[in-house]
């Protein structure tokens, strides 16, 4: 129950990186584009340049001396006939197409130019070739993106810090005084109990002392609920081998002072006598906030059937009430929510299940009718 300020600076902070980052994506792609663009119209007219400088060489040539035909350390050129044939080339690779213009075939950049016929050693195409790898604008694009995000994860992250260590310090105090209450609710509650049993059996069977007694044990239904909120991240839940038919005859027991105010039986329809392997502590308060539950939402006269069997390798425990039914099945595990608010109680309790029956890995499905009842049905595996 304690806000991890951490914990949540650090989740918060990856999720506006993450759309901040998504935002960003656009104009990075548009800048990257842009800067493609210009390049290639660099090297085109950096070809061009080229190719009119080895023009101009050989309209300058007068012979009878050899031709010296010019070279570039960057760029790479030749000179082929009317059928694309080399008369002389430098090309490390030869363009696939002589279609006049600028080319872009994989690494390299060709510029060619036709060329009038008979006037130039005979050739009819001049080509141009460099190479050029957009890998680098890529990576600078990249290496952009990612300052950027890292930049701003960052500042998220320190800024949502500092933002929640107010709320984690109230947030905090507010479990403190959880758990200093539920320590002095504790102690008046079992002193009731003890209390209660002793008078019981001075004075024998008394009605006002059974309300009594049923009102401490649902109290200490909700204050069980309310404890196992404050541990369940801070200690482990060891498993252990349990007789669940046993087990449930227990808190069927447990519970019938409490159905009896209402004038609500419980019903033992137990045919099995299966174990199952889980925490003691986790199955309680499935069972318990199940039976409460059903206790609760039922009518008065009426019952709660309670059944136990085994199919193959499955355990199914299923608890039936003739109650006012569910409306919202979907609704009822979220924590608070409440399906009748005259009911009482917080909300908490079959959210609580339905974390343990996640955790657990144990089936549910729920039946239920308005006006007409609601049955639970768990699936356990058998140990």
Do not use: C
């Amino acid at each position: 129950m304690i806000l991890d300020s951490k914990r949540y600076a650090i989740r918060y902070a990856l999720f506006y990186t993450i759309i901040i980052g998504l935002v960003l994506f656009v104009p990075l792609f548009v800048y990257t584009s842009l800067v493609l663009d210009i390049n290639e119209a660099k090297n085109q007219q950096e070809l061009k340049k080229v190719a009119l400088k080895i023009i101009s060489k050989m309209e300058s040539y007068r012979g009878p001396e050899p031709f010296v035909y010019p070279r570039f350390s960057s760029y790479q050129s030749g000179l082929y006939d009317e059928r694309f044939k080399p008369i002389f080339s430098l090309l490390k690779h030869e363009p696939t197409a002589f279609t006049p213009g600028y080319h872009k075939e994989g690494a390299y950049r060709y510029y060619i130019l036709e060329l009038p016929k008979n006037i130039y050693f005979g050739a009819k195409y001049l080509v141009i070739s460099k190479t050029f790898d957009p890998w680098h604008i890529y990576r600078m694009t990249l290496l952009i993106g990612v300052g950027i995000l890292l930049i701003l994860l960052l500042f998220s992250y320190l800024v949502l810090k500092n933002f929640s260590a107010p709320f984690a310090k109230i947030n905090q105090a507010l479990d403190n005084f959880i758990k200093d209450s539920m320590h002095e609710i504790n102690t008046p509650l079992s002193i009731i109990n003890v209390n209660i049993d002793l008078f019981s059996r001075k004075v024998g069977h008394n009605k006002h002392l059974a309300r009594i007694k049923a009102a401490a044990k649902a109290l200490a239904n909700i204050y069980n609920d309310m404890d196992y909120l404050i541990k369940k991240d801070r200690i482990e839940y060891a498993k252990e081998s349990i007789w669940l038919d046993i087990f449930l005859r227990e808190r069927i027991d447990y519970f019938q002072e409490i159905a009896n105010l209402r004038n609500i039986e419980l019903i033992d329809k137990i045919a099995a006598h299966p174990t199952i392997t889980i925490n003691k502590t986790k199955l309680q308060r499935i069972i318990d906030n199940t039976l409460s539950n059903a206790i609760k939402y039922s009518k008065e006269n009426s019952k709660v059937e309670i059944y136990l069997k085994e199919h193959k390798n499955k355990v199914i425990l299923a608890v039936k009430d003739y109650g006012i039914g569910i409306e919202n099945p979907q609704k009822i595990f979220d924590r608070y929510y409440r399906e009748d608010m005259d009911k009482g109680g917080f909300g908490i309790g079959l959210n609580i299940v339905k974390n343990i029956l996640d955790e657990e890995k144990i089936g549910l499905k729920i039946v239920s009718k308005p006006g007409i009842g609601t049955t639970f049905i768990y699936l356990f595996t058998t140990s």
